[in-house]
């Protein structure tokens, strides 16, 4: 007969009750006794009935991660820390892409909630404030990942946008640069508003006023997006000798725009993405980029739902507090923007 948790415990010398909070990882264990718990799991070679567990917890052990689009490389990496930390724990994911649709995004959330998923991550969210509150209060477990909502009041995590966007600016001045496009994603998503900011401020600083002429903003993060985007930069009299471009997605239709061009990049346009993705090292010119830190938001976003579960199911109630990481960008150097270095600065 397979072991129970009925027999850890008595292996263990603890209740059934704190054997089921060490299998779910609840973070109110003590260290001695969660090693006496895994010592007597590995002893007895206990492998854990997840559906048995998730019908006595009425928990379906799924987890829902809704992306913007699961073609855009930063958000496989993200989704690839989220799978990591859950698969470690014994959750199955649900994944959905929203392309970036809020009608589309509203009917993918309604759907997960039929199907009765614990918690819910969001890389993508065209939602109000409002309606991810709404749901918050509705009793859904909610966390942003690489979003968010000032006034939802929900669990994030993002890298900050502001200063990643100052960092890649002021490192495009240092090269002597005057004009310098900006090409970012729409305004509505908070992570552009900062990411346009940062931009700005950096010229300011620089005494260089923005330019309006040189800001573009587009709909979709789509390398065709980034590519009509900086054609039009381009046939300006007075064109940009150097682009900032709020995604990598962005920055390779750039670079797609410059080689159907015939302009070399960095001899006749420097280039700065924003995301740092694999992709990123290995093209043409390889590209300088500010770390997004993709598969490190999917970790840590992954962690808090994780924890909010486990305090949900130790005390029937998540705790008040919220949780909001900003992590810090660094600017990765490559060939792109003009210089030979190959590693990570600022």
Same mark, same amino acid.
């Given at each position: ?192 508003? @900062? %990411? !346009? +900011? ?5 010229? *300011? #600083?620089? /005494?260089?006023? =923005?330019? $309006? ?5 587009? @709909? %979709? !993060? +789509? ?5 009509? *985007? #900086?054609? /039009?930069?381009? =046939?300006? $009299? ?109």
């Amino acid at each position: 007969m397979q072991p129970t948790i009925k027999d850890v415990a008595r292996e263990a010398g603890v209740s059934k009750g704190t054997v089921s909070k060490f299998l779910n990882d609840a973070p109110y264990v003590a260290e001695e006794t969660r090693r006496r718990i895994a010592a007597a799991v590995e002893r007895l070679q206990f492998q854990p009935n997840r559906v048995a567990q998730g019908l006595s917890r009425r928990r379906s052990n799924t987890i829902g991660v809704v992306l913007a689009n699961v073609v855009n490389p930063f958000y496989a990496e993200l989704f690839r820390g989220i799978e990591e930390t859950t698969a470690a724990i014994g959750y199955t994911l649900l994944l959905a892409s929203t392309d970036g649709e809020p009608r589309k995004e509203r009917a993918i959330v309604q759907a997960m909630r039929q199907r009765q998923v614990d918690g819910i991550i969001f890389a993508s969210v065209r939602m109000a404030d409002r309606e991810v509150a709404k749901l918050a209060r509705d009793g859904a477990q909610v966390v942003l990942a690489s979003r968010h909502l000032p006034d939802a009041g929900v669990d994030y995590v993002v890298v900050d946008s502001e200063r990643g966007a100052r960092l890649a600016v002021e490192h495009l001045i240092g090269h002597g640069h005057a004009r310098i496009g900006y090409i970012g994603g729409p305004q509505s998503i908070v992570q552009f508003q @900062e %990411r !346009l +900011r940062g931009y700005e401020q950096a010229l *300011a #600083a620089a /005494g260089m006023p =923005a330019d $309006a002429t040189l800001c573009v903003e587009t @709909e %979709r !993060l +789509r390398i065709e997006d980034g590519d009509v *985007a #900086a054609r /039009g930069l381009l =046939a300006q $009299a007075s064109p940009p000798t150097a682009i900032f471009a709020a995604t990598d997605n962005l920055a390779f239709g750039v670079l797609r725009a410059c080689l159907d061009l015939g302009l070399s990049v960095p001899e006749r346009l420097a280039l700065i993405g924003f995301d740092n993705v694999p992709f990123g090292e290995i093209a043409l010119s390889p590209l300088t980029s500010v770390d997004g830190q993709g598969l490190e938001i999917g970790r840590r976003a992954a962690r808090l739902l994780i924890d909010r579960l486990a305090g949900m199911e130790a005390r029937g109630s998540p705790p008040a507090q919220r949780v909001r990481m900003v992590i810090d960008p660094q600017l990765c150097i490559r060939r792109s923007c003009g210089c030979r270095a190959n590693g990570a600065t600022h």
